[in-house]
């Protein structure tokens, strides 16, 4: 098929579907071996281990953060260069983004491992939680960095030409591996290294999706327009900034999200270490819905950026009122399950009957925010794949981190502990008032692009 069938002929929602299936697809494969770390560590019943991963996730999302700069900059970018058929222009952006984002991963993992002892003693680490947090830590963000962030940036500069499947399969190999790894290496009966085991098998994982999209792109380097050569960064000045001015927003609405969770963290922890468990397991029970979220929007940028940037807005629209209606759908679905569900589904990942309970009753309020995330996504890459810098920084930056700790502040003294709970839902109804806005202006001609 030719690279951009799908993008200007296929039928737009078979064009929809065989982007965002995929890319759905890798997301609920990560999200399973994200929920397995959580699982067979809660299998120990040692509260201090499953409170580990909570408290290191603010660091793991910063990965994420940092690849977004350059993944979500680079795809989109390479994306438009296609809608404009400026072949050579994409293969340089996406050789800039491999290289500035392999620089970024050392950087960040080197300062992680410096500053170890305070990030972590500020998300939340006590004495009884530190060692493992940091056993933990050590493997996901140090040893684990650099594979983490360069596989979700190649799947996202992969999935910019249309390869949606192939992106999927890559993210999806290394996620399966740490599914299988998580038991033999955490468990007694096995290795036993308990917390120290998932995050060895995330690190491992996450290296293994990193080979296969070298091996991807070295196979396809005859037809494909991505090509990591470093003779193409003398070029960097030309692309920086248009990678940067759209990979900015994902980038910090990640890490303002960091942020956010570690603020949440550090209220939580002042109430009993069952609480800070609880609200883990509920953290990988709400991405769920979030993760479905994120794999539409990711599956539509490059479809929205390439009509956009071909001046097909009529099959640009559609194409996101189509993937959009599909993201707050399966949201509200999820909505119902939990309410109806949660001590039950709190009960699949430990068996302590208090963290159990901190944890329905945090479930049950955090998840209303389900709905309007799931549209606010998708907005949010909207604005990007449209150049739209303004406007997705707006968003971006109300979702997380302009809000969330002043009212956690107010919702904690209003209502101990679990008033936490209720500053999600709150904020991303704010945003999304704010998003729809932003859209409405564009689409009545303010910017002249809608």
């Known amino acids: ?6 993008f200007e002929t296929l039928p737009v929602r078979q064009a929809v579907l065989k982007q965002i299936i995929p890319a759905v697809f890798s997301q609920m494969i990560a999200l399973l071996y994200s929920l397995a770390d959580t699982y067979f560590v809660g299998m120990l019943n040692a509260p201090a281990q499953t409170a580990a991963i909570t408290i290191v996730y603010p660091s793991f999302v910063m990965l994420t953060a940092l690849s977004n700069l350059f993944g979500i900059g680079g795809a989109s970018l390479i994306a438009r260069k296609l809608g404009k058929k400026a072949y050579p222009d994409a293969k340089e952006v996406s050789a800039i983004s491999f290289w500035l984002g392999l ?4 950087v960040f993992s080197l300062l992680f491992l410096l500053l170890a002892k305070p990030v972590l003693t500020l998300c939340g680490a006590t004495e009884a939680t530190y060692a493992f947090c940091f056993d933990y830590a050590k493997w996901v963000v ?3 960095g650099v594979p983490t962030i360069m596989n979700t940036l190649l799947a996202n500069l992969v999935r910019s030409e249309g390869a949606a499947a192939s992106a999927s399969f890559g993210v999806s190999l290394g996620g399966i591996l740490n599914i299988i790894l998580d038991p033999l290496f955490i468990l007694p009966q096995f290795l036993g290294m308990g917390v120290v085991g998932a995050g060895a098998a995330t690190a491992l994982s996450n290296l293994v999706s990193m080979f296969y999209f070298l091996l991807y792109l070295h196979s396809r380097k005859q037809d494909t327009v991505l090509n990591i050569r470093p003779a193409y960064l003398k070029q960097t000045a030309k692309h920086l900034k248009d990678i940067l001015s759209i990979g900015f927003p994902s980038a910090l609405q990640y890490a303002l999200t960091v942020v956010a969770v570690a603020a ?3 209220f939580v922890a002042k109430y009993a270490t069952e609480a800070t468990a609880a609200l883990g397991i509920v953290k990988k029970l709400d991405q769920l819905p979030l993760y479905f979220s994120i794999g539409v929007a990711n599956g539509l940028l490059p479809l929205l950026a390439y009509n956009h940037s071909a001046g097909n807005e009529i099959r640009r629209r559609e194409s996101f009122r189509f993937g959009t209606a599909i993201s707050v759908g399966f949201a509200l679905l999820c909505v119902i399950v939990y309410e109806s569900f949660a001590p039950q589904l709190a009960s ?6 208090q963290t159990i309970t901190y ?18 996504y998708p907005m949010t890459i909207q604005f990007q794949a449209m150049g739209k810098v303004r406007e997705a920084l707006t968003v971006s930056i109300l979702r997380k981190g302009v809000l ?3 009212l956690l502040f107010l919702m904690d003294g209003l209502f ?3 008033g936490c709970m209720w500053v999600q839902p709150i904020v991303d109804c704010i945003s999304l008032i704010v998003a729809s806005i932003l859209y409405l202006r564009l689409k009545k001609g303010v910017r002249n692009e809608i």
């Open 359 to 376: 944890g329905a009753s945090f479930l049950r309020r955090m998840v209303l925010a389900m709905p309007f995330m799931a549209f606010c």
């Open 264 to 266: 949440q963290s550090a």
């Open 416 to 418: 101990p502990l679990y």
């Open 142 to 144: 140090v040893f684990g």
């Open 1 to 6: 098929m030719n690279r951009t069938m799908v």
């Open 404 to 406: 969330d700790v002043p």
């Open 103 to 106: 620089l970024t991963a050392v």
């Open 348 to 353: 699949l990942f430990i068996s302590d009957q």
